[in-house]
């Protein structure tokens, strides 16, 4: 989790709101020493725009020399040349203006990542010390448009990297019509597509270029801006990013089309969950109830699926327990509607990022730590998943 050294408590919350709320505060130089004291692992220091320029400057040059990895991001009301000169040669990584919350976050992902490299095994997750273990892969579908899916997957994402606590693969698989960068307001620069190019070379250093970053812990894999690069992208490539990428991250939440196509189901098969989403209106039930059928016939275990109602406090005369009783299946979790959905889509910050104490945010960020983060990850299953929709994997 970041360290955020500022003094004056206001622009504290103001930084703390604009990096998703999960920090440490240090309010004095005292407790930006002990909270690092405390946590030999840490990786980012952020110093706000209230820390004198000489202060951060001799922050950067003390911890440059003792902690090499941490990595310092200055928060500046005014960048001009010069001071920047000054900040990098004292060894601050970035310095990024006041309120710009993408240059921000762009910021202290580089940061974590450099700091990452410097310190192969990563420090954060003592339980992966030493050890090559699979990320978990959490997949979000509904075959149903609309139902929340990117919504959800984005916010699923950014809950789970808790302010860089874990490494987080956000991948979008809506090849075709992906929102992913749109909703977190990424330049698709490079994604998925990109990755045909390299063919057999195609390896994990390839593939980490291809991330985009989006705040600490979290990376984005985007699809391409429109469907015929999409068309570049054959299911073996698929599976292939998704096995490399499952040795990059401790999570790899992945955005969905509405249908089961041959992508999907190389996702579904190799996820440890599956969430399904569903609205509390009956073609979305129906929808599901046929997911369900279809999940059944596919042989995806039942213990890995976990729905979500979204929009579960619209009035629409259907009860919890109408809806466990169409579907058949228990409700996993509850996300209100909320007209602030729409209006943090169209600001291009996710709401849990935006307003972490919205009941909208705190559903998410309850389902991601409850049912997501802590629950032991059964294996995929993956026999002849694909032969039963005929395609048998050629392309
Ligand atoms: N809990 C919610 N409350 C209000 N609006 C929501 C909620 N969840 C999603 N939406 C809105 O529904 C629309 C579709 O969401 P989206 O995530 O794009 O769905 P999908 O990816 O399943 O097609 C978006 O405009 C979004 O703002
Ligand atoms: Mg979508």
Redesign the pocket.
């Known amino acids: 989790m970041t360290i955020l050294y500022e003094p004056q408590p206001r622009d504290a919350q103001r930084v703390a709101v604009l990096l998703g709320g999960d920090v440490h505060p240090a309010a004095a130089r005292e407790d930006l020493s002990r909270l690092l004291a405390e946590r030999p692992a840490e990786q980012l220091v952020v110093l706000g725009p209230g820390v004198e320029l000489p202060e951060a400057l001799a922050i950067a040059s003390e911890y440059r020399l003792s902690r090499p990895a941490l990595g310092v991001v200055l928060i500046r009301v005014m960048v001009d040349m010069v001071l920047l000169g000054e900040a990098l040669r004292a060894g601050v990584r970035e310095v990024v203006p006041v309120d710009d919350r993408v240059a921000l976050l762009t910021a202290c992902a580089r940061s974590v990542e450099i700091s990452r490299q410097m310190a192969p095994v990563s420090p954060v997750v003592p339980e992966q010390a030493g050890l090559q273990q699979e990320a978990k892969v959490i997949t979000v579908f509904?075959a149903?448009?609309?139902?929340?899916?990117?919504?959800?997957?984005t916010n699923l994402a950014i809950a789970l990297a808790a302010g860089g606590t874990r490494r987080v693969g956000l991948i979008d698989l809506?090849l075709a019509f992906g929102?992913v960068a749109i909703?977190l307001q990424l330049a698709p620069q490079r994604g998925i597509a990109n990755a045909s190019e390299f063919g057999a070379g195609l390896d994990e250093q390839a593939l980490r270029a291809l991330f985009t970053p989006y705040s600490p812990g979290l990376h984005a894999l985007l699809a391409p801006p429109g469907p015929t690069e999409a068309e570049q992208v054959s299911q073996q490539l698929v599976t292939k990013v998704l096995g490399l990428a499952g040795g990059m991250f401790d999570y790899l939440v992945i955005?969905t089309p509405?249908q089961f196509n041959e992508h999907v189901l190389v996702a579904l098969e190799r996820s440890h969950l599956h969430v399904l989403?569903t609205t509390p209106d009956i073609p979305a039930l129906k929808n599901l109830r046929i997911t369900l059928d279809t999940f059944d016939l596919l042989r995806l275990p039942n213990e890995q699926r976990l729905v979500v109602l979204?929009?579960s406090d619209a009035k629409v005369g259907l009860t919890a327990a109408d809806i466990e009783r169409v579907i058949r299946v228990p409700i996993s979790a509850y996300?209100?509607?909320?007209?602030d959905?729409?209006v943090s889509?169209n600001k291009g910050i996710p709401i849990v990022a935006d307003s972490p104490a919205h009941p909208?945010s705190k559903a998410i960020r309850d389902f991601a730590a409850g049912q997501l983060a802590d629950t032991a990850a059964s294996k995929p299953t993956s026999q002849g998943l694909r032969g039963l929709f005929g395609r048998g994997g050629k392309r």
Do not use: Q
């Not at 149903?144 to 997957?153: F, H, L, M, N, V």
């Not at 996300?335 to 007209?339: A, L």
């Open positions: 509904a149903k448009g609309g139902c929340g899916k990117t919504t959800i997957a809506d929102d909703m955005d509405p989403l979204n929009r996300v209100p509607s909320s007209r959905v729409p889509i909208v």
